[in-house]
Structures are given as C-alpha cells and as structure tokens.
C-alpha cells in the first residue's frame, strides 16, 4: 500500500514549503532557547520550556505547513488528478501522514538536541523518550485528521488556513505557551498541557510510564475518525469534492 515513488514526492513536498520549515524546524529552537535564557540556572523551569516547545512542533508543522499546503492542492484540483492515477483518498492521506509523522519525529530529535546541549541538560531516559515519540505521532495524527476535516468541509485555501491559523493561536494561547492569559481550567483539557504538567517533574526519571494521555489522545482520535467518516461518507454524493 506504501508506494516509494508518492512517498518521496510528499518529502518533497514538504520540504519545498518554506512555511513548514520554518515553523516546523525554526521556530520551537529559536523560541525556546530566547525564553530559556531567562531560566538558565532553574532546570525545572527549563523542563518545562523544554516540554512545552516540543509539544509545539507537530501543530506548527499541521497547522501552519500541511493546511496550507493540503487546502490548496485541493483548491487546485491536484488531489483529484491524484486520484485518476491510481492514489485513492486513503492512499493519498496514509502517504501524507507518513512524511508528516517523519518530519515531526526529526525536528523534534533535531529541537531536542540543540535544547538539552545548550543548557547542559540531561538527556531524558529511553523509556521517557519512546512516550514522547508516542505522544508526537498521536498528536501529529489528531492535528492531521482536524486539518482533513477542515479542509473537507471548507475546500478554499483562505478559509481552511484562516481558521487552522486561529485555531493554532488559540491553542498556543490556551495552553499556556504564548501570553499570560487566564483561561481557567480549559486548557486542562488540551493533551499539550496535561503531557507537560504530567513530565516535567519526570523527565528524567527512569521507570515513569503515563498510559493516561496515550489513551486521551487514543479517545480523541476515535472521536475525530467517527466525524471523519460521516463527513467523507456525506460528500460521496459528489466525486469532485475530497
């Protein structure tokens, strides 16, 4: 089902988009390490700037590179030409994830070196790193059906990039990431800030499991494929529409 020829045209896909690289390999280093001056001698503090960039790169990566890329190739057609050579929509969309999810996993091994080097902090254990790449490829594939749903309902570029671009701020926002503001308890609830309030007291430990936000994210997906489903199973009527 993996075909290498669609495989290496979605890398460079992606990496012909100065947007996805930017935000996607750019922007989570050069962030972290201005605000992470400012803590440099408090390695808590420094954990959870750490954690906090990190969880950042899959929804810089989706929502800013991969909806302006995909509600264009879907503005202009390209998805259903791909589907006349053979690519179904599940073909394409498996394709896209897959150099998605590598991109993400690199950026974030990439992001991760240049942090814990320049604040000469530990490297986090083997059994903590697999739960972060765990937690990258779930939240990749929640931030990449949100984006396909979008870009189903909405089909023009300018709508799907306008709202995937509020969306991106507001969860930057309310996860406490970007600005100071009070949001209550609302951004309990987004897996960025339940994965970094559940680690940053962890991350170095060497027999730490949490399963609790593997199956939140799990939970979320189900949802989101349901949704998915029904709304890809409504457009059937119409076999120019994605």
């Known amino acids: 089902m993996i ?45 959870q700037l750490y954690l906090s960039f990190f969880c950042t790169i899959p929804l810089s990566m989706v929502f800013v590179g991969f909806s302006s890329l995909f509600s264009q ?34 950026s974030s091994i990439i992001y991760s070196w240049i942090f814990l080097s320049h604040f000469n902090l530990p490297s986090p254990n083997v059994i903590i790193i697999g739960q972060m790449a765990i937690f990258q490829i779930l939240n990749t594939a929640v931030y990449f059906i949100i984006i396909f749903i979008l870009t189903t309902i909405f089909k023009k570029f300018s709508r799907v990039y306008g709202i995937s671009m509020i969306s991106y701020f507001a969860i930057m926002i309310i996860s406490g990431i970007m600005g100071n503001m009070d949001v209550g308890k609302l951004g309990d609830y987004l897996p960025i800030k339940l994965f970094v309030t559940n680690y ?24 989101l494929g349901v949704i998915l489903k029904a709304i890809v199973r409504n457009k059937n009527g119409n076999k120019h529409q994605y």
């Open 73 to 106: 190739e879907v503005e202009q057609g390209f998805t259903l030409r791909a589907e006349l050579f053979g690519y179904s929509r599940i073909s394409q969309a498996l394709h896209k994830f897959l150099a998605l999810t590598v991109f993400v996993l690199l």
């Open 200 to 223: 940053t007291n962890h991350l170095n430990d060497t027999d730490y499991i949490s399963g609790k936000i593997g199956l939140y994210l799990l939970i979320l997906l189900g949802i």
């Open 3 to 47: 075909k290498k020829r669609k495989l290496v045209f979605e890398f460079q896909n992606l990496l012909g988009n100065i947007i996805t690289l930017f935000f996607g390999f750019a922007f989570a280093p050069m962030m972290a390490l201005v605000f992470g001056n400012s803590y440099a001698n408090v390695p808590q503090a420094l954990n």
